[in-house]
């Protein structure tokens, strides 16, 4: 790894550069192929920025280079020349990430979300990692399904209207979603993941109250859509 800043900066510019100009020639990895080392200089771009947490977009880096290689010379589809390129670093990352001892399916879930930013993954990962060890993870998740399951088919979430709240499970779980309201975003934008997840927790119970208490899918379609909105 490079020691220096400047030393960084240069390798991760001279991996990403080398590998869309190779891909661009056709010299592509295949299988247990990889002459020129694509995968190495992949996996030692993405341990740059993942071991100093530099949060750096890698379609940012490979819109770059495509685009001054296009400057130069002709290349072929450029959008399917990203595309390729975009996927290679994908598996790269999936498997970066897998080295340092994550499970194959959070790795998976977290880069299905967002690749882009290999030291964002990893903090998501950790965070998620750490979680699972314990019993609130399945908490979290079966709540967490149980409203994506019933939001189902539902493209847009309805509008919230506090005055049509007139169940008190409905009512705890505004109050609640307020108590997190501004600090759950923060909390993301600062990669403070283990905190967002403690918010995440902190919904379990009135969620599972909204469940229990009260019916969803009301006869009155005022009452229905807002309860979907919740």
Partial sequence: MPESVEGAVVSVADKVDTICGLFAAGKTPSGSQDPFGLRRQANGAIAILMGRGWHVSITALL??????????????????LKGAVVQFF?????RALEDEGISYDLADAVVAVRWDDPADAKARVTALSSLRATPDFERLVTSQKRVANILKGVPEPPELKEFLLEEEAEK????????????FPQAVKKTEYPEALEMLLSLREPIDSL??????????????????GL
């Fill in 211 to 228: 469940f229990d208490e009260v019916l969803i899918m009301a006869d009155s379609q005022d009452l229905r859509l807002n309860r979907l």
């Fill in 63 to 80: 819109t770059r280079s495509l685009n001054l290689l296009s400057a130069v010379r002709e290349l072929p589809s450029l959008e399917n």
């Fill in 90 to 94: 994908i598996s790269r990352l999936e």
């Fill in 172 to 183: 705890r779980l505004y109050e609640s979603l307020k108590a997190i309201e501004e600090r």
